[in-house]
């Protein structure tokens, strides 16, 4: 495949649960890059978006972590992340925490600089087909984060669909929710397993061998549903897709 990027170099955001439980991923997401001959810079001191924090309620905590968040990108280049949820954070809700402070204009440079992975293939460098294959069927989950907080429907789909060897299926109610929601599977646990069940099954129904998405952490909330009960279904990140079969 033709490369025309070799001039470009991003910084890569490894979320921190992708850090410490799939950091399989956060390579592929780089193979991926480097195989597009983009240069790749990653700082080691990165840490946690604060997503979780601010979810929770806890605004200084999670602006503590947000300031050190903003100090590790400070270069004006593109920042690109696997995980819809933790781009989305920064994107809209840095505002709310740095809106007017110290830091208002790092805040903003991040805010137009930090992209979704499967955006910024798909819009920035205008790439569709990465020469991956993939011999299975799969079903696509729409996260709350990608589909409602960051704006991504079209883009995995586009992607997915160049995959040589996959084919894929719509579940019904795709753009319900899994029940993940961060604290949400803690504090109210037999309604977020209930919403578990229901996308697992929808699921299960198209024939799917596998469940794909931009977010691991809803793949792990089904993941845990799908184990526990013994179901023949497989959970795996778009980017782990994208990077097989060369």
Known sequence: MET??????????IPCFIDQFYPETGFNMIK??????IGVHYNENQTCCGQIAFNG??????????????????NDRYVVG???SCVG?????????????????????????IYEFTDFLVNILKVKDLGASFNAIAT?????????EYGIEDEPRILLDHVKGLELRE???RNVCCGFGGTFSVKFEAISTAMAEQKVHNALDTGAEYIISTDLSCLMHQEA?????????KVIHVIDVLASGW
């Open 32 to 37: 991926i890059l480097e195989k597009l001959d």
């Open 140 to 148: 696509y989950h729409d996260s709350c984060a990608a589909l409602r």
């Open 4 to 13: 025309i990027y070799q001039a470009m170099i991003v910084d890569a955001f």
């Open 57 to 74: 309620g806890f605004w200084d905590e999670a602006k503590a972590v947000g300031e050190k968040f903003i100090k590790d990108f400070p």
């Open 225 to 233: 549903y799908i184990v526990k009960h013994k179901l023949p279904l």
């Open 171 to 173: 579940m019904r109610d």
């Open 82 to 84: 696997p995980s819809a």
């Open 89 to 113: 954070m920064v994107r809209n809700n840095y505002s709310k925490l740095f809106h007017n402070s110290a830091l208002h204009n790092e805040y903003k440079q991040l805010k137009k600089n």
